[in-house]
């Protein structure tokens, strides 16, 4: 697990340029300006999540591994509702409009992140004995084993990716990607 983390920290690393730049990527790909602009504006603002993600992966497998799976399944419930009251707040209460849903996003998945976190460090005793320099041990060989894993998943979230980047080049490309996101 630990050795997950680090490899998914770098990769978040590694790609948070194109979080940054998401606009003129888009752009440069094509895309409505006015999609690109907001698109932009979203992924700059949801960058905690995809740290949080290197965090709630990791663990999320370890739980798995350790038939665990129900604690998920309650966290998985609870941040829903959680979820929902918090847009209920932020886009009703303060109206944000669109920055409500990436500061909900953020929020709700380090939430998951932090108590899957806390579960397993306080609740799987017999497979965590705590943080180890030993998950620097063989990293290059964890990484060669993960890649491939890694390509696929990247695969398939690139190609609805492309799918959304494609519809932006129908008329009226606003209500084609935004009937999309419904899907």
């Not at 409500?100 to 899957?116: D, E, F, H, K, P």
């Not at 894993?149 to 990607?177: K, Q, R």
Request: with cysteine; proline share 2%.
């Amino acid at each position: 697990m630990q050795r997950s983390w680090i490899i998914l920290l770098g990769a978040c690393i590694l790609l948070l340029p194109i979080y940054i730049y998401s606009e003129p990527i888009l752009i440069l790909l094509g895309q409505d300006h006015e999609i690109a602009e907001l698109a932009g504006t979203f992924t700059i603002q949801s960058i905690p999540q995809m740290f949080s993600l290197a965090i709630n992966f990791a663990t999320q497998k370890f739980l798995q591994a350790q038939s665990r799976v129900g604690i998920l399944a309650w966290l998985g419930f609870a941040s829903l509702i959680v979820h929902i009251c918090i847009l209920e707040i932020l886009i009703k209460l303060l109206g944000w409009g669109t920055a409500s849903a990436a500061a909900a996003y953020n929020i709700t998945v380090w939430g998951i992140s932090l108590s899957q976190l806390v579960y397993v460090v306080n609740c799987c005793t017999e497979g965590w004995k705590g943080l180890s320099w030993l998950a620097f041990k063989d990293l290059w060989n964890f990484v060669k084993l993960s890649f491939g894993s890694a390509l696929m998943l990247c695969l398939e979230i690139w190609y609805f990716m492309i799918l959304i980047v494609l519809t932006g080049h129908l008329d009226n490309p606003v209500i084609a990607v935004g009937s999309l996101s419904i899907c």
